[in-house]
């Protein structure tokens, strides 16, 4: 019991230690949420010392305690006519500054902490977007992989039947993650309609024709990719000519690439979980248009890539290894996108190793804490995903405010918002950083900018 016990008033680092303690007592076997609350908490020493007022309140207490958790069976029929049992989970982590927003992940790995984790994340992100949205997550351990259109929809029907009674366009709005993307979207939103007689912007990642949003499934990456922009402008440097790693394959990868190769980059890899390319002669815009249909239309393995484009050569996963081959590939940047823990410290040891300059996070924690500390350490530029990856949510924000008009703007106008966002959140983590005594670790900067708002919001809400 000593390790949750109160602190009176206490330093930072003794208030931080305490919060750890209290975090892993309380949600105990959840390695995600422990991890991304310590990266947060320990960024937070320089304003907890600055500001007692966050402790005497006890922000940390509150911030890091979900305001609502629903857990709920998600029954449904497979082609066979068996019966299917799967989770289904929304996290409500904090409505301070919005409605609950943040997507939906299905995936078999899908359980409460890595969902704690997503959701504690995004209420940060969404912070530094500039607009108006408080942070949640959701999903299921359903996997889509292999399931026809027809047993995806009933899941995702089963799955909004009891979703529908805890979102709504002003309370919360979800939006895609890994494994659902614009199928899935349109058949959540088909029956949240359905079951409530409404047509709102109650979801993002809409199709264009009924409330979507243009560029929103370009968003994630190809604000990555000028968040990337922006952190080499500070070295006075550019993207032009500079080969890039990518991992995943899915919606986040796919855009990397695009806006990588608008500004005169060179991908040379991609991957999925059987394993990854690497094509040394650049994926051009031919090759990106087979990975956009191989995985978006025809759903198959990466490593048809390599049976049609000979030149590149596959390498399948191999558990065995305690690093992945992917990042100790000769590069100037790193675009990890694929999903959390995917850079270890001695896969981050192997980019820097190799020369790496850049490594710009298209998913969310991809770096572990070590590989986190050695990128830090090194100086390289480091771009940590709540900051580099917000261009989604960012643009899932203007989709909600083009609903809410009843208007759409042009890929253009959308394009332009997106790109002033991602420069208007690096700018906030490099000043930020610069102002708490840590200048260029931008870890620290979206750490402490994305806090400020929330909890002097919460502080100005009251005991809620
Ligand atoms: P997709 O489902 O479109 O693609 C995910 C890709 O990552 C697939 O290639 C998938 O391979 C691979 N992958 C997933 N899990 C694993 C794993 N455990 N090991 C190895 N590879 C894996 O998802 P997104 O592109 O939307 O999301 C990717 C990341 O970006 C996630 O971390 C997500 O949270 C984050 N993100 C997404 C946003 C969005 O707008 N979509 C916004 C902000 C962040 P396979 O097909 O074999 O599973």
């Not at 299917?84 to 301070?96: K, L, P």
């Not at 709504?168 to 890994?178: E, L, S, V, Y």
């Not at 991957?271 to 650049?282: K, L, N, P, R």
């Not at 332009?416 to 490099?430: D, F, Q």
């Amino acid at each position: 019991m000593s390790a949750v016990m109160e602190p009176l008033t206490c330093n930072a680092a003794e208030y931080v230690n305490h919060i750890l303690n209290l975090v892993k007592t309380k949600n105990p076997c959840e390695p995600e949420f422990h991890q991304t609350v310590h990266e947060v908490v320990d960024s937070l020493k320089p304003v907890l010392d600055r500001h007692p007022r966050y402790q005497k309140e006890k922000i940390l207490e509150r911030i890091t305690e979900p305001e609502r958790v629903i857990m709920f069976r998600v029954p449904w029929f497979d082609d066979k006519g068996d019966v299917q049992i799967n989770r289904g989970f929304r996290i409500e982590m904090n409505s301070a500054i919005g409605p609950y927003k943040g997507g939906l992940r299905l995936h078999p790995s899908v359980n409460l902490g890595i969902l704690k984790f997503l959701a504690f994340e995004q209420v940060f992100k969404n912070s530094l977007t500039t607009l108006p949205m408080g942070g949640g997550k959701g999903g299921s351990d359903f996997d889509p992989k292999g399931k026809s259109d027809n047993e995806v929809m009933r899941f995702c029907q089963s799955f909004m039947s009891e979703l529908e009674r805890h979102i709504g366009p002003d309370t919360d709005i979800p939006a895609g993650d890994i494994g659902v993307g614009g199928r899935e979207i349109g058949y959540l939103f088909g029956q949240y309609k359905r079951l409530r007689n409404e047509f709102t912007g109650v979801l993002t990642g809409k199709g264009l024709g009924w409330g979507g949003s243009l560029i929103r499934p370009e968003a994630t990456g190809y604000g990555c990719v000028y968040f990337a922009d922006e952190m080499l402008k500070t070295r006075k440097d550019s993207l032009e000519g500079k080969v890039c790693l990518v991992s995943g394959s899915g919606n986040v990868s796919q855009y990397t690439v695009e806006k990588l190769l608008d500004l005169g980059a060179k991908t040379v890899t991609l991957s999925d979980s059987d394993g990854f390319i690497y094509d040394a002669d650049g994926i051009d815009r031919e090759k990106l248009a087979y990975v956009l249909d191989l995985k978006n239309n025809c759903r198959g393995r990466i490593k048809e890539y390599a049976d049609k484009y000979r030149n590149a050569i596959y390498t399948p996963i191999n558990r065995k290894l305690d690093y992945n081959p992917l990042w100790d590939i000769k590069a100037d940047c790193a675009f990890p996108s694929a999903t959390q823990n995917e850079i270890n410290a001695k896969d981050a040891f192997n980019l820097l190793k190799n020369g790496v300059k850049l490594v710009c996070e298209g998913s969310n924690m991809p770096s572990s804490l070590e590989a986190t500390k050695a990128f830090i350490d090194a100086k390289v530029l480091y771009g940590p995903a709540k900051a580099s990856n917000a261009g989604g949510v960012a643009t899932s924000g203007l989709e909600m405010t083009q609903d809410s008009m009843r208007l759409s703007w042009t890929r253009e106008e959308v394009d332009a918002r997106l790109h002033k966002i991602m420069i208007a959140v690096h700018e906030n983590c490099y000043e930020t950083a610069k102002k708490y005594g840590t200048p260029g670790n931008l870890v620290n900067g979206a750490n402490i900018a994305g806090f400020l708002k929330v909890a002097d919001a919460m502080l100005d809400q009251g005991l809620v």
